[in-house]
């Protein structure tokens, strides 16, 4: 006799189709892999225990929701040992792409948590500005001023990426 | 090309290469977890709206003035009431359920008998037909507080498996290690308060205390157990089977 819910096997597809986006989404607003996979563990947790009362066509707004809250709620409990001031644990592969992956990373953590996650939802996932308002819970004048903010902060630091070095040294 | 699209495809490239992922057997694993104490907590306070009335009802609705009782004796304190004496044969043919329930009472008086003990497994959010307590790989007690109810859960190490409370504060104790954790039902209105144990050879004993209230603030004033006698009960060698 199984007593497995009927509904698990529709979570496990889920977690198959999205676990490997909701990891990179992670990362993006973490900036570390470890921190980026107890945030996902924690959401599908989460999803496991809400999962029968979530209507199927807002799964991902559902997941996104606790993701982000999730990285928020690590990112004030890591406080002084933020790993996005750390160096990646990995490359990409070549010199290159290494570097600019160094770069960009450096100058995600430059931004406060909920520019990071603006950027991410933004242009990692591809959202509208009114599905990252959903996500965030702000309103989609919010998301656009901090898209337009923080975008301007990415480009002077990524413009910038000896400077930014040099600030990390310094601290 | 924009900026935005500069900016797409350094983030695809950046996050491309993922490294590690969550563990689908440890999420249902912690997820039937979770439902199965959240289930639990939706009866405990059931009970609680509907056998405390006027009390309850001063609680939920904020009542600033109700008294808190303290399992804590204080020194210059009231006498803390003894509690009342329970049933505890809720299982026939065993006599783990008045263990569990005495080993409760000794370290928290201010509670009332148990609302119920019985058996359970990992699968099951309720529990298991008494006739079943031979295969049980936890054991539960319930609660009914002024402020919602409380639910103590002895485990086996077959059922936990190696869990490890990823969004908890942990701390090392002697015989293994202690857990915190504060979470809400999906409305918000009812939060659990967690205290767990997991011993180093993997069996474990989890103390929850639910609290009706619309934020985690007023929900940690409304608590009626102290953390310490919490973390002292699931500490105590008593609570296996």
């Given at each position: 006799?199984?007593?497995?819910?009927?509904w698990?096997?529709?979570?496990?597809?889920?977690?198959?189709?999205?676990?490997?986006?909701?990891?990179?989404?992670?990362?993006a607003?973490?900036?570390?892999?470890?921190?980026?996979?107890?945030?996902?563990?924690?959401?599908?947790?989460?999803?496991?225990?809400?999962?029968?009362?979530?209507?199927?066509?807002?799964?991902?707004?559902?997941?996104?929701?606790?993701?982000?809250?999730?990285?928020?709620?690590?990112?004030?409990?890591?406080?002084?040992?933020?790993?996005?001031?750390?160096?990646?644990?990995?490359?990409?592969?070549?010199?290159?792409?290494?570097?600019?992956?160094?770069?960009?990373?450096?100058?995600?953590?430059?931004?406060?948590?909920?520019?990071?996650?603006?950027?991410?939802l933004?242009?990692?996932?591809?959202?509208?500005?009114?599905?990252?308002?959903?996500?965030?819970?702000?309103?989609?004048?919010?998301?656009?001023?901090?898209?337009?903010?923080?975008?301007?902060?990415?480009?002077?630091?990524?413009?910038?990426?000896?400077?930014?070095?040099?600030?990390?040294?310094d601290? | 090309?924009?900026?935005?699209?500069?900016?797409?495809?350094?983030?695809?490239?950046?996050?491309?290469?993922?490294?590690?992922?969550?563990?689908?057997?440890?999420?249902?694993?912690?997820?039937?977890?979770?439902?199965?104490?959240?289930?639990a907590?939706?009866?405990?306070?059931?009970v609680?709206?509907?056998?405390?009335?006027?009390?309850?009802?001063?609680?939920?609705?904020?009542?600033?003035?109700?008294?808190?009782?303290?399992?804590?004796?204080?020194?210059?304190?009231?006498?803390?009431?003894?509690?009342?004496q329970?049933?505890?044969?809720?299982?026939?043919?065993?006599?783990?359920?008045?263990?569990?329930?005495a080993?409760?009472?000794?370290?928290?008086?201010?509670?009332?008998?148990?609302?119920?003990?019985?058996?359970?497994?990992?699968?099951?959010?309720?529990p298991?037909?008494?006739?079943?307590?031979?295969?049980?790989?936890?054991?539960?007690?319930?609660?009914?507080?002024?402020?919602?109810?409380?639910?103590?859960?002895?485990?086996?190490?077959?059922?936990?498996?190696?869990w490890?409370c990823?969004?908890?504060?942990?701390?090392?104790?002697?015989g293994?290690?202690?857990?915190h954790?504060?979470?809400?039902?999906?409305?918000?209105?009812?939060?659990?308060?967690?205290?767990?144990?997991?011993?180093?050879?993997?069996?474990?004993?989890?103390?929850?205390?639910?609290?009706?209230?619309?934020?985690?603030?007023?929900?940690?004033?409304?608590?009626?157990?102290?953390?310490?006698?919490?973390?002292?009960?699931?500490?105590?060698?008593?609570?296996?089977?």
């Open positions: 006799m199984s007593r497995t819910p009927a698990e096997t529709a979570y496990r597809d889920y977690f198959t189709a999205r676990q490997r986006s909701l990891m990179r989404t992670a990362y607003v973490l900036g570390s892999w470890p921190a980026a996979e107890d945030a996902v563990q924690t959401t599908f947790t989460q999803l496991y225990v809400h999962w029968p009362r979530i209507q199927p066509g807002a799964v991902d707004t559902y997941a996104r929701r606790t993701l982000v809250h999730t990285c928020f709620r690590m990112s004030r409990h890591r406080g002084r040992e933020r790993s996005t001031d750390r160096v990646p644990e990995r490359t990409v592969a070549g010199p290159e792409g290494g570097l600019e992956r160094l770069d960009l990373v450096r100058a995600l953590a430059g931004l406060p948590p909920q520019g990071r996650a603006v950027i991410a933004r242009f990692l996932d591809d959202l509208s500005v009114a599905e990252t308002a959903r996500v965030l819970d702000l309103p989609e004048g919010t998301v656009k001023s901090q898209t337009a903010r923080a975008l301007d902060r990415l480009q002077s630091a990524l413009a910038e990426p000896e400077s930014i070095e040099r600030n990390h040294h601290h | 090309m924009t900026t935005e699209q500069l900016l797409r495809d350094q983030l695809d490239r950046a996050t491309r290469d993922v490294v590690g992922g969550p563990d689908l057997a440890a999420s249902i694993r912690d997820g039937r977890r979770r439902r199965r104490t959240t289930r907590g939706v009866a405990i306070a059931t609680a709206v509907l056998g405390l009335g006027a009390v309850g009802a001063r609680a939920l609705a904020g009542d600033d003035g109700h008294t808190v009782a303290r399992d804590t004796p204080v020194a210059d304190g009231p006498p803390v009431a003894p509690a009342p329970a049933p505890t044969d809720f299982v026939p043919g065993t006599d783990i359920d008045a263990s569990l329930a080993v409760v009472a000794e370290h928290l008086p201010s509670l009332p008998a148990p609302d119920d003990v019985y058996p359970s497994d990992g699968q099951t959010a309720g298991l037909p008494d006739a079943e307590f031979a295969r049980a790989q936890d054991w539960q007690a319930t609660y009914t507080t002024e402020a919602g109810g409380a639910l103590v859960m002895m485990g086996s190490a077959e059922e936990l498996g190696g490890r990823r969004d908890c504060g942990a701390e090392q104790v002697p293994g290690t202690l857990y954790e504060t979470y809400s039902t999906d409305d918000g209105r009812t939060w659990w308060f967690g205290t767990y144990f997991v011993a180093d050879d993997g069996h474990f004993v989890n103390a929850f205390e639910s609290v009706q209230a619309p934020d985690e603030q007023t929900a940690a004033d409304r608590r009626q157990l102290a953390d310490a006698d919490l973390e002292a009960l699931v500490e105590d060698a008593r609570l296996t089977f």
